[in-house]
Every structure is written in structure tokens, then in C-alpha cells.
């Protein structure tokens, strides 16, 4: 058992260097009140530390606490989880800068220790999630996730829709979470494990199946469809996105999607795999027909966050529809049940990432300046935003899929394993519905430059350390929409689950 451990703790080093970061500043928050502006600034080394450990994990494959030589562990150690956690350290580092230069938390820096210890416990809560194996360990790090979001949903305690957000979050949160506890304990009492890999074993050779197991399926499914905001299961992302801090929406609708799809891929892929057929599709157990449960609620959660999103006239509204129709066309990668869609799938978050992160980044540096969110504040703004107008206007169409930018390949690739599936209706509807996203994300920039307003709008200034931001995000959004082997080459060497 000593040598297990050692070796376990050998595995877990990100999260020992992220436990370890957490407890810095909460130190720091403590013993140097007077220098909070510091915080940030600590958290980002502690990040790049942390990524420097995960980058080391690419090339393993192992299991963390084992119960013994021969059994899985509770923890994978591979590829696969290394590549989510590299999404999310990045999405944290850029939220962290967003932070820096966003009013309103810079205007609660009396609670700065508090927001930034939160988001590192956050992290914690998003790696665990990536290589989690057992039903124990996933509904712990989700829950750890959860109770940091739902207060840093409401952070801005003076504003009410901050509060009010908070609440949605905390009451949908916790039903969600029960429903999904309720569902692994079903799983538990018809298989007596919690271990995926083991009730993947079992599986194979037990006769399990019918109306119970099936709805406890769906019960886990509806607690892991709740963090990545599928439909019916996306009914608080409206509001908690509108109500949160910008930068904490933001950071939402990447890094917890993003750690909620590895669980997601994990899950189905671990539990209910089969075989590999010779075209490289994955051959499923029947228990539970998830491939058609899939693209049922792929195609709902696409067509509703794209037609909700055309009545939006807040723009971060806007931007939490469009985030649910994304998830959509995400979760019907997931759904062809092939490595062509995993890949597609990690393809799509790596540009993801920079595309969404930089339309929130922009959104949030004009709110700074005029105080708004409202899409009618935006009308002849054009010429007052400058560098900004344009950059949120690039990264707009890369969410819509325009090409030359990268938006454009991740929904390529999707298509690409769509049709090599032969789901050619499915790739129609979701040709359909990226049809129908142009019309909300245009939107916004017919409002910028192609309506007149008689009042003069004061140009907004930008300062140097911004604009070095929105390049870092702006630049993969041009450079990955023309290059983007580096991206597909990592996707495909990060595709292969644990043991699968």
C-alpha cells in the first residue's frame, strides 16, 4: 500500500501543485492584506507551474489509487484528461488577466484573496473531473466545482442580479446534483461498484438491464448535462451567465464545459464500451440506446440556443444561447460514437477557447466604458470602439464558423466525422442551424457600423496591457483557421482513453 501511494502521488502532481497554490493565497490573503494586488500575479505562476506537471502527463498512462497491483484506480492518468486540463489552465490564466482589467472586480478588491482561491478551487475541481473513474470521486469533484461557481456567480453582492444568479445557480445546482447522487446509487445497488472500468466488466458479462438501470443512466447524464448546459438541462445558464461577473461568465462557458464534456466522454465511452469495429467506430453495449438519446438532445440543444439567442437583447444573453448551441453541436460529436468525434470534439475547444473567451473579453472592456450590456447601446458605436469593434467583430464570426478563421475548421471537423459516419441528415440540421447562428452573431456588428445614431459616442481607449490580451486571443483565432495541424496532431495523440 506504501508504494501505491507513492506512486499515486507521483501521478497526482498538478493537483498537488494546485492544492499547494490554493493554500498560498490563501496565506498571502491573510498575512499581507495590504497587498492583494499581488494575488493575481501569484496565481498565474502557480498556473504555469502547474501546466509545466500536466505537460508531463501526455505521455502517461496510468491509474492513480489503486486498491492493489492488479485493480483500476479511482484516478486515469493519461492523455486524454492532460489535454482538458491544459484547456482549462489557459482558460484560468486569461480569466485571471480578464479579472485585472474588469471593474467590477477590481472594485470588490477587499474580497480578492476570497475570488481567486475560489477559482483555484474550481481548477482543482475541473482536473479531477477530467480523470475521474469512479462515480465517487466524479460526484465529489463536481460538487467542488459547483459550491466555488455558485458563489463567484454571485460575487458582485451589491448588485442584485448578481445575487439573484447566485440563488438560480444554487437552487437548479443542488437538484441536479441530488438527481445525479440518486442515480449512482441505483448504479451501485444493481452492480455493487462505482468503479467505471469494473462496471464495465460487469457489464459484458451480467445480464443488467431494463427500466431501472436505464433511468439511472439518465439520471447520471442529467447531472453531468447540467454543467455543460445541454437542453432541457440549460435553463440556468441564461440567467447565471447575465447575473455573473463577465469574467466568471466567461470562465463558465469554457472550463467547466470543457471538463463536463471529458467526464461525459469518459463516462459513456468507459461504462458502456463494447468493442472497436474495423472503421473505427465504437461498438456499444445495447443496455442503453445513448447514441440515439445523444442526437436527440444534440439537435434540441442546438435549435434552442440558436433561435433563443435571436431574441436576445442582451448581448451576454446572446452569448449564453449561442454558448448552449455550441454545447449542441459539441455533444453530437460525442454522439458518433467513433474517435473521429472525440477528436472533433478536442479539435473544437482548443479554438473554442480563444474565440469565446475573446468575444467575452471585448464585451466586458465596452461594458467598463459605457456601463452597458444592451445590444441597442451598441447601435453607431462603430467608429467609437476602433481596435475593439473589430476584434469582437473576428471573433463573432469565428463563433458563427466563417472561414478563415479557426471557428470555421472546429465545425468542419465535426461535419467532417458526421458525414464519414453517414449521418447525413444529422450533418443537415446542424448545417441548418450554423445557418441560423449568422443571423444573432450579425447582429451585433449591423448595430456597430450599419445603424446611425444623432449622438456622438466618446471613443473608447484601450490601454497597451488590453490590447496585448485580445491579440493573444485574436491571433490563434487567424493563425489556427489556416494552420491548424499542431491542434489536430495533439487532439488525435490525446484521443484514446485509459485502457480504451
Known sequence: MPENLTTSLQLIKPEIALSILLVVIVLFDLLFDKRKNLLPFISIVGLLITAYFVAEQFNMNNFAFRYDETSVGLLAVDSFSAFFKMIVILSTIFVILFSVASTEIVNSSDRHGEYYT??????????????????ILIYVSIELLSLSSYILAGFLKSVERSSEASLKYVIYGSAASGIMLFGISILYGLL?????????????????GGFTFIFAGIMVLGGIGFKVSIAPFHFWTPDVYEGAPIAITAYLSVASKA???????????????????????WIMLGIIDWQRIL?????LTMTLGNFAALWQDNIK???AYSSIAHAGYLLLAVA???????????????????????????VMLIAN?????????YKGMGSATGFLGVALSIFLLSLAGLPPTAG??????????LINADMIVVAFITLLNTVVAYYYYVRVLKNLYLVRTETSREKIQVSFGNVIIILLLLIPVFVFGVYFTPIVNLAKNSATILGF
Do not use: C
Not at 118 to 135: E, H, K, Q, R, Y
Not at 259 to 276: D, E, N, W, Y
Not at 369 to 377: A, H, L, P, V, Y
Open 259 to 281: 471538463a463536463g464534456f471529458a467526464l461525459l466522454i469518459r463516462f459513456i465511452k468507459v461504462t458502456f464500451f463494447q468493442s472497436l469495429a474495423s472503421d473505427g467506430s
Open 408 to 417: 470555421f475548421i472546429g465545425k468542419l471537423y465535426i461535419f467532417i466525422a
Open 369 to 377: 466604458k459605457i456601463g452597458s450590456e444592451e445590444m441597442d447601446d
Open 336 to 362: 458518433i460514437f467513433s474517435n473521429d468525434g472525440v477528436i472533433a470534439v478536442l479539435v473544437y475547444f482548443a479554438i473554442y477557447l480563444f474565440m469565446n473567451l475573446g468575444a467575452f473579453f471585448v
Open 192 to 208: 455493487g461498484t462505482t468503479n467505471l472500468y469494473e462496471m464495465n466488466a460487469l457489464l459484458q458479462n451480467a445480464n443488467v
Open 118 to 135: 475560489l477559482i483555484m478551487a474550481m481548477v482543482l475541481g475541473m482536473f479531477l473531473i477530467s480523470g475521474a473513474s469512479d462515480l
Open 317 to 319: 444573453r446572446m452569448l
Open 295 to 299: 442526437i436527440a438532445l444534440a439537435i
